[in-house]
């Protein structure tokens, strides 16, 4: 079934070729606290061309293949492209200004040519206020990925280590693709691959307090599916997930006092 065919069929199309070829692949739940709309997981070890990133035992990802109609899709500046996905969300987190967010991401994509899907990552005040994009990454046929063109641009105070990324190429091997794992539409040089490992860091300017917001989305079809793994999310090296908020920090060090105090009348 050619790729133009699936597409005039829609979602009845894609849902056919994942039944000829396959099924998504299930993981892990994603982190404590941690929502998803669509399909993500936790891998915790090296699933085809993605490894474990540096320093680290396991990631997250969020994939298209399995995802819903309007998940994943830019929080302002959309493509109006886009068809299905995926997103995820961390628990919200206590930063003061100069405090240090990063993580790693790997762009993986079965998808090329005109077919130009997309991932992002974003910071939202609390819960649901958009603030500012942390990094994009866009299939293209040549050139870098990452930030991903004709996207919205990065929040003042990021650095990417590398800065910019070309495509390695070829059909990536990756499980959450699902049906489309190991495949290429279009072939070599037309957009195809992964990434690889990126370093993403930010330096807060302002404190508050804060999410992140991670999306993936196919774009004019819903087949040739796309995703990105996360590693790593941490404020000052600290694990989001297990970020004490500060009046649990306040309460820990009046619990030490208490003790503190009750061994001194212990040993009166």
Known sequence: MSKTIQKT??????????????????????????????????????????????GFSSY???STAGGLVGAGTLPVGATGQETNGSFAKTPTFTVSSGDKLNFYFDYITSDGVEYTEYAWAGLFQGTSTFDSFLFTARTTTSGDTVPGFGLPGLATGVTLTPSSTEIIDG?????????YSGSCYGGTGQGC????????????????????GFGVTNALDQIYDTAFAIAGVAINDVPINETPEPATLALLGFGLAGLGALRRRKNA
């Open 60 to 62: 997250e990802w969020i």
């Open 171 to 179: 059909g990536p091997a990756f499980s959450p693709l699902g049906s």
């Open 9 to 54: 069929l829609g979602v009845a199309g894609a849902t056919i070729a994942l039944a000829l070829t396959g099924s998504v692949a299930i993981a892990a739940p994603l982190p404590s606290g941690w929502t998803c709309t669509g399909n993500c997981g936790t891998n915790t070890a090296a699933d085809g061309v993605v490894t474990l990133a540096p």
């Open 193 to 212: 691959g992964y990434t690889g490992w990126i370093q993403m860091e930010y330096i807060f300017d302002t404190a508050g307090t804060y999410s992140l």
